[in-house]
């Protein structure tokens, strides 16, 4: 099992800050928290981990709702070119942020670190 979160991170750094976990008082806006919400072996080859299904929440704060969909688009964006799918999306409105939601799934080769569309 990989931890996945760095190398989101990485690919995402040059849109906004990106944060690992929530907090209620972010050091700046826009910021992008990660949080992956599932991390599953879907093939095990000679006793390891070889090919795993991966979920992950991105959650895009603003200070305004223009600012959040254009970064969330951007994110999209980049993490598609990587082979990994968005499969949800909201804008929430009854928090004290503006909030662009998202959640994406892939297939990870534990071997190569490729990833793929599922």
């Known amino acids: 099992m990989k931890d996945v979160l760095p190398f989101i991170a990485d690919l995402l750094s040059d849109t906004a800050d990106v944060e690992l976990a929530f907090s209620d ?3 700046s806006l826009p910021c992008i928290v990660l949080s992956e919400t599932g991390n599953s072996a879907a093939v095990i080859l000679s006793g ?3 090919y795993s299904t991966i979920s992950l929440q991105l959650d895009v704060y603003a ?3 223009k600012d959040a969909r254009d970064i969330a688009a951007e994110a999209s964006g980049i993490l ?3 082979g990994i799918r968005r499969t949800f999306s909201q804008f929430i409105t009854d928090e004290d942020k503006p909030r662009m939601c998202m959640r994406f799934r892939f297939g990870l080769d534990e071997r190569t670190g490729r ?3 599922l």
Do not use: K, M, N, Y
Request: hydrophobic share 25%; aromatic share 6%; no cysteine.
């Open 25 to 27: 008082g972010f050091a």
């Open 48 to 50: 390891e981990d070889r």
């Open 63 to 65: 200070d305004g709702e």
């Open 80 to 82: 598609a070119r990587r």
């Open 115 to 117: 990833t793929v569309s």
